[in-house]
């Protein structure tokens, strides 16, 4: 099981330190364990600070996360809401993280992986700090970014691309997500917190999760289909124009 300093744990959820105590000073996540003046955060406070910040993000008041935190430290529907949390909180990517040293980063990027290079990565949440080695959260994304600058491609612009890319995937689950709350949850300000609406938002949850992915999946294979083909037919055409023999 990791475990976290508060501003490893903030940093993991996508939100700031600050945050993080509030919710504290709320009730809404648990006291951390102390060693000494050292405050130590675990998975299990990963998992309900992101799904703290998840209902907040879905219109819930503070008072409403507590009562359903609530009911679920006193036991009541513990399977729905202990469910509903565990849904909320795990990833998405059918990837686990990978962990490599800077040698094993620099040999992947041909060396052009540079102190400005890494702060970048970091920023993007490429990469995060383990003590004196680094963690990829979505190994794929840094294998094909290898590939890449494999192929001759600089690293700063296989990082704007990752930047770009990045918001643009941002945009398109937003809008899938505003479609759902509008047309599927409803208003979540006037939910009444009970086991059927628990149910009703993990299986929504739980549905949007293949439907997502298919969806931009099947979106990026049209797109690269067209495009692709294409930018390197135009390529090939002027190649064979400009080696035809002149008549």
């Not at 549905?207 to 294979?221: H, K, Q």
Request: proline fraction near 4%.
């Amino acid at each position: 099981m990791a475990e976290y300093r508060i501003d490893d744990l903030a940093r993991a959820a996508g939100t700031t330190v600050r945050n993080v105590r509030v919710y504290q000073d709320r009730e809404l996540l648990p006291a951390p364990r102390r060693e000494g003046r050292l405050a130590i955060y675990s998975d299990a406070h990963l998992v309900r600070l992101r799904m703290i910040i998840n209902m907040l993000e879905r219109g819930y008041a503070f008072a409403q996360i507590k009562e359903m935190l609530s009911a679920w430290e006193a036991g009541r529907s513990l399977a729905e809401v202990l469910g509903l949390e565990e849904v909320m909180g795990e990833s998405w990517a059918e990837q686990s993280p990978r962990v490599f040293s800077l040698s094993q980063l620099r040999e992947m990027f041909r060396g052009q992986l540079n102190q400005r290079n890494i702060r970048r990565a970091l920023e993007l949440n490429l990469l995060e700090r383990w003590g004196a080695r680094f963690v990829a959260p979505s190994p794929q994304l840094l294998d094909a970014g290898s590939e890449l600058v494999h192929l001759g491609v600089p690293l700063e612009d296989v990082l704007d691309l990752a930047e770009q890319l990045q918001s643009d995937v941002d945009h398109v689950s937003a809008t899938l997500v505003s479609l759902v709350r509008t047309h599927v949850l409803g208003d979540p300000s006037t939910a009444v917190w009970d086991e059927s609406e628990v149910a009703r938002y993990s299986d929504a949850v739980q549905r949007l999760r293949p439907l997502a992915m298919s969806a931009l999946n099947a979106a990026a294979a049209r797109s690269a289909e067209r495009v692709i083909p294409e930018i390197l037919g135009d390529k090939l055409i002027g190649l064979l124009q400009k080696n035809q023999p002149h008549t």
